[in-house]
């Protein structure tokens, strides 16, 4: 026991004596936090529209201003010309073209309907798709409107209507930036837990200390102790770290219990740090070790949930998914800190990662050699 | 002979298709101080970490004070201090800092241990708060010395401990070493300078994995089987070519600012050698007669013995 603990006192001399370890630790938690959260929205803030209007009519002009005056869309382009409009769309200056064909007006009030055009620059699906929505939208509220001037109270009385309201729950004000903020905490807590421990380990291995640690009779799992619990503790200090910077910058909801957070997190970094642990037995310098890592975290990160649903995943990759920590914690974080869900809700969650940090631990153990 | 303190028998190691070590067998009694000399890539390292249990041997059996290297490994792993050839402590922490790590690894104090080290320790202690990493090479050997002695081994395995240090500190360490062993430690220590093997009780000369000789220095020097001429003359460099082109010739290597001339019995008189030079056109030709001196042997022994 006094061995780990000197072990672990070792380690931290190190790190602190390594002058690149403290502003990692406090100042990449705020850089990332503000970075990210600020630029990876799903709000969509400025669709560039072409308005082609062919019929100019007080109808068509109502629906244009419709567009122009709600703060998703930004007028940039109007023309008559179609082919104008599509060539701003090719060089990337508008995101989607409103047609409006010659004879709407005439139409809607002959016929009782009319047709107009979206083109929507469906690059970005995810874009293309909140694009279209948001456009619907606007045209039904249009159409509503279009259908009260033109019909009289009494006629307005046999017609059933369905109003649809509409409630977020948990963000009600659907901010992104409440939903991102958690994500992006597991992210640097991953971060710490898999490159820093892992690179650790193996550059003993590059300096040659560890052929000094082996001839001694320090027990293997001394050894790993020593080392994973420092990085344990960092980890844990920049969830805590990031959770108060959270809540100071973005005023993030914490609606659950904190402590489920840290029980799970503490969970969540045995898993993490063992994987860590495991890469450093399969290689020999740092610079393995961090490809090694990023590669695992890259694919561990885009399939986490942080930026695209689960839900939206083929079966395969969502049956895949149940390999991934990281898509655990993130949902245990947001269920906790924006739902307020108690330990009942997140149990499966939290014994996937139990058993995820058993079964891992006991792998990179076995697989650590004191002799080659 | 003395108590035994390391046994090695038909030890053989291979790296793909390498033979590190070759069929190797040698004792080493308690308190002796022994020698591995041999060039580079000889086997000595590989030897060396199968005796502190960092390497499994692929065949033969290996036992230091009595504990198997394979299965008693924990036990040897208490009783050995080993030193890498590459300096190998936290070059981030500091003498102290370095020291009291190893010692608490070993379960045991610099304090409780401290006149095993006292000599050495104290020419490092004024820089016990400097970085291990800022050291200078004499220095960095010391503390890596120190580590290694730090839990009073009964072995000690030292590692080509002074390559790449300078001839006076070289000379210093010897002197280190010869207090260990009067310390009662038994000491193994391999090198790439022949002229360090006199200073060891017995030398072991290894090539190519395998060992050549094993006797004390005097024995090696006593069984050169020829004899010597030592050359000199201004343009050393032709010189040797036509040395080698001399009828009796067994073999001619440079030797610092000489030629030595090794030969058969009677094969080559100087005088007539002294007339052959002087007529190829070499000025202020010197020969004289000589002993053989370690290196000269270990040069015969390496070119007789195949590989």
Known sequence: ?372 | MAAVSVVVEKLTRRFGETIAVDDISFRVSKGELFGFIGPDGAGKTTLFRILTTLLLPDAGSCRVEGFDVVNDYKKIRNICGYMPGRFSLYQDLTVEENLNFFATIFGTTLQENYDLIKDIYQQIEPFRKRKAGKLSGGMKQKLALSCALIHKPEVLFLDEPTTGVDAVSRVEFWEMLSRLKAAGITILVSTPYMDEATLCDRVALMQGGRMMSISTPGEVIRNYPLNLLSVRAGDIYHLLGELRSYPGMHSVYAFGQSAHVAFRGTGIDAGSLKVFLTEKGHRSVEITPIGANIEDCFMELMNTQPR
């Open chain 1, 1 to 372: 026991m006094k061995t780990i603990f000197y072990i672990i006192q070792k380690e931290f001399l190190q790190v602190f004596r390594n002058k690149s370890m403290l502003p990692i630790i406090f100042v990449v938690p705020i850089v990332q936090l503000i970075i990210l959260v600020n630029a990876a929205t799903f709000e969509m803030k400025h669709i560039r529209i072409s308005v082609v209007d062919l019929d100019l009519s007080s109808t068509s002009r109502k629906l244009v201003s419709k567009f122009g005056g709600s703060p998703f869309y930004q007028v940039r382009q109007t023309t008559f010309s179609y082919k104008a409009a599509e060539d701003e769309m090719k060089k990337g200056q508008v995101d989607m073209i409103l047609q409006v064909p010659a004879g709407f007006e005439k139409k809607l009030i002959c016929e009782g309907q009319a047709k107009v055009q979206f083109v929507i620059n469906a690059i970005n699906g995810q874009t293309a798709g909140l694009t279209n929505a948001y456009s619907t939208m606007i045209l039904l509220d249009y159409n509503r409107e279009v259908v009260m001037e033109n019909t009289t109270p009494a006629m307005m009385a046999g017609v059933k209507n369905i109003l649809t309201e509409y409630s977020y729950w948990y963000n009600p004000k659907l901010n992104y930036k409440t939903y991102m903020v958690p994500g992006i905490l597991v992210l640097l807590v991953t971060i710490i837990g898999l490159l820093l421990s892992g690179m650790n380990i193996v550059r003993e291995k590059e300096i040659g200390t560890i052929e000094q640690i082996n001839v001694t009779p320090i027990k293997k799992i001394q050894f790993i102790a020593g080392k994973l619990i420092p990085f344990w503790i960092i980890a844990m200090f920049e969830l805590a770290f990031g959770l108060s910077v959270g809540k100071l910058l973005f005023n993030i909801p914490m609606e659950g219990n904190l402590g489920l957070i840290f029980m799970s997190a503490s969970v969540y970094l045995f898993v993490i740090l063992s994987f860590g642990l495991l890469v450093s037995t399969i290689t020999n310098t740092q610079q393995q070790s961090m490809l090694v890592s990023f590669f695992f975290m890259v694919v561990f990160i885009l399939m986490s949930g942080l930026f695209t649903s689960i839900e939206s995943m083929p079966q395969w990759a969502q049956n895949l998914d149940r390999l991934n920590p990281v898509m655990y914690f993130i949902r245990i974080m947001r269920m906790v800190l924006l739902k307020g869900s108690s330990f009942a809700d997140i149990s499966q969650h939290f014994w996937s990662l139990c058993i995820y940090a058993v079964l891992i631990n006991s792998l990179a153990i076995r697989r650590y050699r004191k002799v080659s």
